[in-house]
C-alpha cells in the first residue's frame, strides 16, 4: 500500500480551505496574518506526527508485511529470506477391525478434514512397517493401527496443521 505523504503547503492549502469553507465571509490568509500562522504552526505539528507515523512503519513493518513487501524490507538490511519448506510429521492411520494385512503406498494421499490441506505418504526404510518390494507400509492382520512419515504437497507454514487435523485418505 502507497502512503499519501503530506507536503507542508499541502496541509496549510487544505487547512486554508477548510477554514474559508466554514466562513461566512472572506478570511484573511495573508502570508503574515495570525489564522495564516496558526494554519502554518498546525501543519507543521502535522509534518512531525507525519514523521513519527514513517518512523514507527520503518521499525515495524515486517510485523505487517507479507510476500514481495517482507522481501522488500529484510532486503533494507541485507538479509534474504530463507524458501518455505514443505511440513513433515507423522500420521497415524487406524482400521476398526484387523482380518486381513493392508498395504498403504508411498504416494498416498492424506487430506485434512475440510479438504484444505494435502499430505503425502513419504518412503522411510527406517520405520518396522516398511516394505522395499512393495513401496509402502504394511499393516499386519493383527495391528489395528499404523503410523508413516508424511510430507505437505504445499511448502510453507500454511500447510501445519494441528494433532488429529488429517482425517481423509485418498487412494
Known amino acids: 500500500m502507497q502512503l499519501q505523504l503530506q507536503t507542508f503547503s499541502s496541509l496549510v492549502s487544505v487547512g486554508a480551505a477548510a477554514v474559508q469553507g466554514s466562513a461566512r465571509q472572506l478570511i484573511d490568509l495573508t502570508v503574515g496574518s495570525t489564522l495564516r500562522a496558526v494554519l502554518e504552526a498546525s501543519a507543521s505539528v502535522g509534518l512531525w506526527m507525519q514523521w513519527l507515523i514513517l518512523q514507527v512503519l520503518q521499525m515495524t513493518r515486517a510485523a505487517t508485511s507479507a510476500g ?3 522481501d522488500s524490507w529484510v532486503a533494507d538490511f541485507g538479509l534474504v529470506r530463507l524458501p518455505p519448506v514443505a ?3 507423522t500420521v497415524t492411520l487406524s482400521r476398526f477391525t484387523a482380518l486381513s494385512t493392508a498395504l498403504v503406498p508411498v ?3 492424506l487430506r485434512t478434514g475440510d479438504a484444505s490441506q494435502s499430505f503425502t505418504v513419504v ?3 527406517s520405520n518396522s512397517a516398511w516394505s522395499a518390494p512393495q513401496n509402502g507400509y504394511t ?3 493383527t495391528l489395528a493401527t499404523l503410523t508413516v512419515p508424511v510430507v ?3 511448502a510453507g507454514s500454511a500447510s501445519n496443521v494441528q ?3 488429517i482425517s481423509m ?3
Open 68 to 70: 514481495a513487501d517482507l
Open 87 to 89: 511440513a513433515t510429521g
Open 107 to 109: 504416494g498416498t494421499e
Open 123 to 125: 518412503a522411510d526404510p
Open 139 to 141: 499393516m499386519g492382520e
Open 152 to 154: 505437505a504437497t504445499v
Open 163 to 165: 494433532a488429529g487435523a
Open 169 to 171: 485418505l485418498q487412494l
